[in-house]
């Protein structure tokens, strides 16, 4: 996903934007929430956690903010309180989460444009509220609302939950949604011999079927695969940097530039102000 949204494409992007809609760049500024309550409207970036450094370094000097799945609507209404009534905000990389997180909070799709790199604005920039990244995370794009009719046809008392990162049809069909944290509390409220569809990666759901063997829990979508980049966070991978560590040796040491630093650090600590 990180992927998706290039610094370079960003940039161009950013520079498209702005001088489409006239929006000011809050660059170099002081916190423009003191300015855009003066009646100034700002383009705000907003990224989702599931980016690259030097794309957060980017947000954080331009006044933007992260956000995790968890906390997307309060890095939401913090980004929209800088903008401004009559600002708008960059929402990247993942379209999906941007898109739900704003419908949730009550904005209308048509004030939600999507931004494709290399062709423009699909939707009206003037007057839009939340400007959505082509971007979307390759595992749960492939969860559908047919999926969820299926499972409704087999198991009429069934619950369905969702992460946010789906397409916004089937969230708007599913009985819930949330971050992986949300689901886990989810699955864990639900009274024993519950039948539960879960549309996330899959050896999450895989997981959460060991750990409620008193509930039917499966993958909403059964031909799945797993999610190639998740699967490298395992047991076994972390067991070897340990094990390599003692003996002396610092595998795969990443080290970000200070110039990058920065405006990273920015955009997370305004992230970790917010109170939701």
Known sequence: MADMATLSDVKVAWDEIIEQTGLADPIDRPDPVALASEGEAFL????YMNSSADLKDFVGRHGGIVCTSTNASGALEWAFERAGPNGSVLFFPDQHLGRNTGAAMGIDERHMPTWTPGIGAMGELLGSRIILWHGFCSVHKRFTVEQVE???TREPEGLVVVHPECPKATVDVSDANGSTQYIRNYVAQQAPGARIAIGTE???VARLAQE???KHIECLDEEICPCSTMYMI???YLMDVLERIV???VPNKIEVPEAIQTGSLWALERMLSIKK
Do not use: L
């Open 234 to 236: 395992h047991p076994a």
């Open 150 to 152: 299926e499972f409704r």
């Open 247 to 249: 003996d002396g040796e």
């Open 212 to 214: 409620h063997p008193d």
């Open 44 to 47: 705000v970036p907003v990224t």
């Open 202 to 204: 899959i050896n999450m």
